[in-house]
């Protein structure tokens, strides 16, 4: 079984820029959309993922999917072929565009690396005004 | 408050979270029984009714919330002094047991998704599915270790125990507060002998 690399940030996030040394800078950090009705108009996002003790090569899964009907929306490929000093991060951002949330509900984001399960980030979706108790 | 539906779900949550407790008591059969996969349907399982019990868990769940919310906080620290062994009432501990019942949903539906896989022999999907329930009943146990005061016992066990305890205690003190505290009694005039 190969090694699984080790995950230190899994993030959903507006945009993800990056400067000329590389470094990068989330803007509006999210896992939970609240609007008014559904549809939702087309909307872009990033995942920002950042590992350690990547093997070189390797492929990265991102699939984003609907949780309640386990229906793949989109699926993102990310190989790793370029090798990073050891003490230094993975750094990858996924760019999503175009996507339309039909309906309220969880939707996962699942991220395997040569196969195997590393995690799984819930974004939560729901109308206004539907909130619950949170942070109770 | 409907306690025995939380009571109810979190022993069904035992069950998933803990392989051991599968084989423990009489009472629990009906939940084991409602854990099976699709393809023992024929021997009467209702995933649909699990589903939805976990589901009326979490508004009650919802309703707990309240509780803490309006209590006063000397009353929660002196809940959670009182157990030696046990869960916090603090803010947080609502939306872990929901995050937690979230989870152990998420759970069944991957059991499930595996278990149609694996009647129409795609193996392969299968595997990934179960893989995914265990990375709920693992994070589901996650949730609850934040709030337990020995990270280490992490059994759902307690928290239905701790439930139990916390939701009476937490009630009492609610209603003494609530109630208003009574006038001295007229001084009675001193009987002239």
Same mark, same amino acid.
């Given at each position: 079984?190969?090694?699984?690399?080790?995950?230190?940030?899994?993030?959903?996030?507006?945009?993800?820029?990056?400067?000329?040394?590389?470094?990068?800078?989330?803007?509006?950090?999210?896992?939970?959309?609240?609007?008014?009705?559904?549809?939702? $108009? =087309?909307?872009?996002?990033?995942?920002?993922?950042?590992?350690?003790?990547? /093997? +070189?090569?390797?492929?990265?899964?991102?699939?984003?999917?609907?949780?309640?009907?386990?229906?793949?929306?989109?699926?993102?490929?990310?190989?790793?072929?370029?090798?990073? $000093? =050891?003490?230094?991060?993975?750094?990858?951002?996924?760019?999503?565009?175009? /996507? +339309?949330?039909?309906?309220?509900?969880?939707?996962?984001?699942?991220?395997?690396?040569?196969?195997?399960?590393?995690?799984?980030?819930?974004?939560?979706?729901?109308?206004?005004?539907?909130?619950?108790?949170?942070?109770? | 408050?409907?306690?025995?539906?939380?009571?109810?779900?979190?022993?069904?949550?035992?069950?998933?979270?803990?392989?051991?407790?599968?084989?423990?008591?009489?009472?629990?059969?009906?939940?084991?029984?409602?854990?099976?996969?699709?393809?023992?349907?024929?021997?009467?399982?209702?995933?649909?009714?699990?589903?939805?019990?976990?589901?009326?868990?979490?508004?009650?769940?919802?309703?707990?919330?309240?509780?803490?919310?309006?209590?006063?906080?000397?009353?929660?620290?002196?809940?959670?002094?009182?157990?030696?062994?046990?869960?916090?009432?603090?803010?947080?501990?609502?939306?872990?047991?929901?995050?937690?019942?979230?989870?152990?949903?998420?759970?069944?539906?991957?059991?499930?998704?595996?278990?149609?896989?694996?009647?129409?022999?795609?193996?392969?999907?299968?595997?990934?599915?179960?893989?995914?329930?265990?990375?709920?009943?693992?994070?589901?146990?996650?949730?609850?270790?934040?709030?337990?005061?020995?990270?280490?016992?992490?059994?759902?066990?307690?928290?239905?125990?701790?439930?139990?305890?916390?939701?009476?205690?937490?009630?009492?003190?609610?209603?003494?507060?609530?109630?208003?505290?009574?006038?001295?009694?007229?001084?009675?005039?001193?009987?002239?002998?």
């Amino acid at each position: 079984m190969p090694v699984k690399p080790n995950l230190n940030a899994f993030l959903l996030c507006d945009q993800v820029l990056r400067d000329q040394h590389g470094r990068c800078s989330l803007i509006g950090v999210f896992q939970h959309l609240r609007c008014p009705g559904f549809p939702l $108009p =087309p909307r872009n996002f990033s995942v920002f993922l950042s590992l350690t003790e990547v /093997v +070189v090569p390797s492929t990265l899964l991102l699939t984003f999917k609907e949780s309640s009907r386990n229906a793949m929306i989109q699926e993102i490929k990310m190989e790793c072929t370029q090798a990073v $000093p =050891p003490d230094q991060p993975y750094e990858i951002n996924a760019d999503f565009g175009n /996507v +339309v949330f039909e309906r309220e509900g969880d939707y996962d984001f699942e991220l395997r690396a040569d196969g195997q399960l590393l995690s799984i980030r819930t974004l939560k979706v729901t109308r206004q005004g539907k909130e619950g108790l949170h942070g109770a | 408050m409907e306690l025995k539906k939380i009571l109810r779900a979190l022993s069904l949550g035992l069950l998933m979270l803990s392989p051991c407790a599968q084989a423990s008591t009489l009472s629990n059969r009906r939940a084991q029984d409602n854990l099976m996969l699709p393809k023992d349907k024929a021997k009467g399982v209702d995933r649909e009714a699990l589903r939805q019990e976990l589901t009326t868990t979490m508004d009650s769940v919802e309703a707990l919330a309240t509780d803490t919310k309006n209590a006063a906080k000397a009353d929660l620290d002196e809940i959670w002094l009182s157990a030696k062994r046990d869960f916090r009432l603090k803010s947080g501990v609502v939306s872990a047991v929901r995050d937690s019942l979230e989870d152990l949903q998420k759970a069944l539906d991957a059991e499930g998704q595996a278990g149609e896989a694996e009647a129409k022999k795609l193996n392969a999907e299968a595997a990934k599915a179960r893989e995914r329930a265990e990375f709920f009943r693992d994070r589901a146990r996650s949730d609850l270790k934040s709030i337990h005061k020995n990270a280490k016992q992490v059994f759902l066990r307690d928290l239905r125990n701790w439930l139990i305890v916390a939701d009476g205690d937490l009630r009492r003190a609610l209603e003494s507060r609530s109630k208003p505290t009574p006038e001295p009694a007229a001084q009675k005039k001193p009987v002239e002998p």
